[in-house]
């Protein structure tokens, strides 16, 4: 039973190719600004683009703010949210629900970040080692913490990701198992696994929204 839970989590399970490649499809839903008439698709991901462009330009600290700063946080945003959507359907491939994926995500982001720091901004990230009035005595236990909990948060973002997709694909895989049309009550049980694939799309935008701002606001603290 557990195996066929967590079969939907193997890339050769589905199908006999990779299903990875469903990462690389998830670029086609992005819009193109090419087009000679705009659909209401393309002006309504512009008109998300601009809200996040704004949220995230108040995130970012003034002394690494530049131009086209906040672009990876949004198409961070976009990458992470298509991917959850597109993999709450059936025969789909949850690329999301691997650490190998959030991992990748955010560790390069992250790194680029603090090396970015610590060649333009040396002084102030020496100063964020040791927090003001720290004694003497503890200033070398300080810069450990302090050492440690920035090597350790972009590990935290990618198992928050990764923990929140596969808690809900196993339970929608144990609420599809327990549909049975000769069942009294399958009308109840349907109505509830509608309710929950709903809650799971929001779960998709949500935890995409999450990562994407906590990535702006991690940078932001160090700097």
Request: proline fraction near 1%; hydrophobic fraction near 60%.
């Given at each position: 039973m557990m195996m066929s839970l967590f079969s939907m989590f193997d890339p050769s399970a589905i199908t006999s190719h990779s299903n990875w490649i469903i990462m690389i499809f998830t670029i086609m839903f992005i819009p193109t600004?090419?087009?000679?008439?705009?659909?209401r698709y393309n002006m309504k991901m512009n008109y998300i683009t601009?809200?996040?462009?704004?949220?995230?330009?108040?995130?970012?600290?003034?002394?690494?703010?530049?131009?086209g700063s906040t672009l990876i946080c949004v198409s961070l945003f976009f990458f992470i949210m298509i991917n959850n959507l597109t993999s709450n359907f059936p025969y789909t491939?949850?690329?999301?629900?691997?650490?190998?994926?959030s991992i990748s995500l955010s560790i390069p982001i992250w790194m680029s970040i603090i090396i970015f720091c610590w060649i333009n901004l040396t002084k102030s990230m020496l100063s964020h080692l040791v927090p003001s009035g720290t004694p003497t005595t503890l200033m070398p236990l300080m810069v450990m913490i302090e050492m440690s909990s920035n090597?350790?948060?972009?590990?935290?973002?990618?198992?928050?990701?990764?923990?929140?997709?596969?808690?809900?694909?196993?339970?929608?895989?144990?609420?599809?198992n327990?549909?049975?049309?000769?069942?009294?009550y399958w009308m109840i049980i349907l109505l509830v696994q509608t309710t929950f694939m709903m809650?799971?799309?929001?779960?998709?935008?949500?935890?995409?929204?999450?990562?994407s701002v906590l990535m702006t606001l991690y940078s932001s603290e160090i700097s």
């Open positions: 600004s090419y087009w000679k008439i705009k659909s601009n809200i996040l462009n704004n949220e995230f330009k108040m995130l970012f600290m003034k002394n690494i703010m530049m131009k491939f949850c690329c999301s629900a691997h650490l190998v994926f090597l350790i948060r972009p590990f935290a973002l990618a198992v928050r990701l990764t923990a929140n997709l596969i808690a809900g694909h196993l339970l929608m895989a144990l609420l599809g327990t549909m049975n049309i000769n069942n009294n809650f799971e799309l929001m779960v998709a935008m949500i935890q995409s929204y999450v990562f």
